[in-house]
């Protein structure tokens, strides 16, 4: 049974940071894609930041230079450290993974699993 439990959400004060960990559990050996998506009140759910093979990584334009996205080559855990935090940055957000490589594209769809959110709060 494979399941990904989110951890690290919280408010913060504009220009602060936070880490967001998930960890996976369940997977059997193999290849697989991570990442993380956001979701603030009425509007779509929004790709954040990509990793593949431990190493390959991807930002969506608004956070880039602000965000990171990494693993623990050891183990099934994935981190996004978030820096210089913006009031537009809060959402829920959301730890996904699908077996095989990265897709393409910022779509949601082709992920098979999900954690079950961390809210993320910036006041300015």
């Known amino acids: 049974q494979v399941q990904l439990v989110e951890s690290g959400g919280g408010s913060v004060q504009s220009g602060g940071s936070l880490r967001l960990s998930c960890v996976a559990s369940?997977?059997?050996?193999?290849?697989?894609?991570m990442a993380w998506f956001r979701q603030a009140p009425g509007k779509e759910r929004e790709g954040v930041a990509v990793i593949e093979n431990y190493s390959m990584t991807r930002y969506t334009d608004s956070v880039k230079g602000r965000f990171t996205i990494s693993q623990d080559t050891a183990e099934n855990m994935l981190y996004l450290q978030m820096n210089s935090l913006k009031p537009e940055d809060t959402a829920m957000y959301y730890c996904?993974?699908?077996?095989?490589?990265?897709?393409?594209?910022?779509?949601?769809?082709?992920?098979?699993?999900w954690g079950q959110g961390a809210q993320v709060t910036v006041s300015s």
């Open positions: 369940g997977f059997t050996y193999g290849t697989y894609c």
């Open positions: 996904a993974a699908k077996l095989g490589g990265c897709p393409g594209s910022w779509e949601y769809f082709p992920y098979n699993y």
